[in-house]
T-cell receptor
Framework: SQELEQSPQSLIVQEGKNLTINCTSS?????LYWYKQKYGEGLIFLMM?????EEKSHEKITAKLDEKKQQSSLHITASQPSHAGIYLC???????????FGKGTKLTVNP | DSGVTQTPKHLITATGQRVTLRCSPR?????VYWYQQSLDQGLQFLIQ???????AKGNILERFSAQQFPDLHSELNLSSLELGDSALYFCASSLGDGSTQYFGPGTRLLVL
């Protein structure tokens, strides 16, 4: 079965700093999703990547899918307290619409 | 706001009881997905419905069942509840063609 490993598990940064979260898959990724979750709340869709080498940006968040399609990174530039939360990567299990998720990365941004 | 609604927001019940969680998908979405999020297991896929028909099943317990109605809303029924069923239950919806799944706010279930 496909597994996603996220690193780091948690991250504490000062406001204004850049940071990167990684998501590594045990199998080829056919669709990689990034979501953000505030504690105990719903998941907010951030971005979806499908093609190897693809890169997408939204405001100060950039996500990339590597050429071999087994790893994705999420980069936040000039972090703000509003970026705090749990970032989850999710991948479609090949040939289905089931999403498997990593355990999440908890981000704290100190003002 | 994702456009996916879930009720109730919170539910507290006792072991052995049965509860029903409700989900209304985004307008135009035909597919509904149910996920369970717990501290030890993380976010786990339970089941998917597409236009009223079951399309995919994950590690859903036999005590759990779901259905999607003609108006496309879905219900997840949990019976013979155990302490370990306490979790956040999310519903997501999509067009059903592998497109982005949008999640609802979740139902927090506490079994005492």
């Amino acid at each position: 079965s496909q597994e996603l490993e996220q690193s780091p598990q948690s991250l504490i940064v000062q406001e204004g700093k850049n940071l990167t979260i990684n998501c590594t898959s045990s199998k080829t990724l056919y669709g990689l999703y990034w979501y953000k979750q505030k504690y105990g709340e719903g998941l907010i869709f951030l971005m979806m990547l499908q093609k190897g080498g693809e890169e997408k940006s939204h405001e100060k968040i950039t996500a990339k899918l590597d050429e071999k399609k087994q790893q994705s990174s999420l980069h936040i530039t000039a972090s703000q307290p509003s970026h705090a939360g749990i970032y989850l990567c999710g991948a479609l299990v090949g040939g289905s619409e089931k999403l498997v998720f990593g355990k999440g990365t908890k981000l704290t941004v100190n003002p | 706001d994702s456009g996916v609604t879930q009720t109730p927001k919170h539910l507290i019940t006792a072991t052995g009881q049965r509860v029903t969680l409700r989900c209304s998908p985004r307008s135009g979405d035909l597919s509904v997905y149910w996920y369970q999020q717990s501290l030890d297991q993380g976010l786990q896929f339970l089941i998917q419905y597409y236009n009223g028909e079951e399309r995919a099943k994950g590690n859903i317990l036999e005590r759990f069942s779901a259905q999607q109605f003609p108006d496309l809303h879905s219900e997840l029924n949990l019976s013979s509840l155990e302490l370990g069923d306490s979790a956040l239950y999310f519903c997501a919806s999509s067009l059903g063609d592998g497109s982005t799944q949008y999640f609802g706010p979740g139902t927090r279930l506490l079994v005492l």
